[in-house]
């Protein structure tokens, strides 16, 4: 497969992400993983073509077996049956899904904090207020003096009180609201898109390696159709037809895959940036409330 089959990147964020000076870095690892995932992918295909002398259905599966363990090898995944050998590294890919889903635990813990503290506050001003409403007006009730002066002053200190952590309170509900809205939306849209992308690649695994064999079979057969572009009407034989079947598998999954993956980068890199701005001006607010300013 050449690099004039793999299907243009996802709209990427070059002109959001220059400002902060992330363009190139950006940029730099979605063609570092589509560059690699070329070279890859042409090496697994043309290995599937080498031996095809060898006759027997045992020899092809024995020759299958050792290209696992020569990719292996190469790629650093394991080769010892237990799953699927992927076709191509995706250290990029990688990358970007652990930020992704290390920035979804940091707000759920914050999350949960601010809500109760937030939970906290309120409960507190509901019973001062309740307090500030009692004392103030069994104050101007009372016939002693001293206990009626003392119970206004004491009514009024706790609605002093109340009014300034219902500001304390606006600001810390509008920080949870953020929270929620950036964890619930943004980060589980990319947490979502990191979760299609490794569906993608176990397909595309699939197809890849159904193809390899498939390639080696019709070139056991004497088939001359690898690597043409046959006509409709070509009367094909059934591993023939079997094979161009997963030809097509093959290039569908290549470009769902690439496509995901190159997505994945992107919310990754949209998301820091959405974390260095919106979320630097909330916690600013909070910081501002803490040092009473």
């Known amino acids: 497969m050449s690099g004039s089959d793999l299907p243009a990147p996802v709209a990427n964020v070059n002109e959001l992400s220059t400002s902060l000076g992330k ?23 043309q290995n599937a073509k080498s031996n095809v002398a060898l006759r027997t259905p045992q020899a092809v599966e024995s ?13 650093g995944k394991p080769s010892d049956g237990e799953g699927q050998l992927h076709v191509t590294s995706q250290p990029e890919v990688d990358e970007a899904a652990d930020e992704v889903k290390a920035m979804y635990s940091y707000f759920s813990e914050i999350e949960e904090l601010v809500m109760r503290h937030s939970q906290q506050l309120k409960a507190l001003n509901e019973t001062e207020a309740g307090l500030a409403l009692f004392f103030q007006q069994k104050g101007y009730q009372e016939k002693i003096e001293e206990i009626s002066a003392m119970s206004i002053d004491i009514g009024k200190t706790f609605s002093e009180n109340v009014k300034q952590r219902s500001a304390q309170l606006n600001t810390m509900e509008q920080f949870g609201e953020f929270i929620q809205t950036f ?6 849209d ?19 390696h159904k193809l390899s064999l498939l390639q080696r079979s019709v070139s056991l057969s004497g ?5 043409k572009d046959l006509p409709p009407s070509l009367d094909l034989t059934p591993v023939e037809k079997e094979f161009e079947h997963a030809k097509g598998q093959f290039i569908t999954s290549k470009a769902k895959y690439q496509n995901l993956s190159t ?3 992107d919310k990754a890199v949209l998301l820091e940036m959405k974390r260095d701005v919106d979320y630097r001006l909330h916690l600013e607010k909070v910081w501002r409330l803490n040092h009473g300013e």
């Open 23 to 45: 363009n190139t870095l950006e940029v730099d690892k979605k063609q570092s993983f589509i560059d690699r995932m070329d070279v890859a992918v042409t090496a697994f295909l």
């Open 190 to 208: 990319s947490m979502d898109t990191s979760k299609r992308q490794e569906t993608s690649r176990i397909e595309f695994d699939a197809f890849a």
């Open 183 to 188: 964890k619930n939306k943004a980060i589980q």
């Open 63 to 75: 020759n299958f077996r050792i290209f696992r363990q020569w990719s292996a090898e190469k790629i």
């Open 223 to 227: 088939s001359t159709v690898l690597g």
């Open 263 to 265: 997505a994945m980068i």
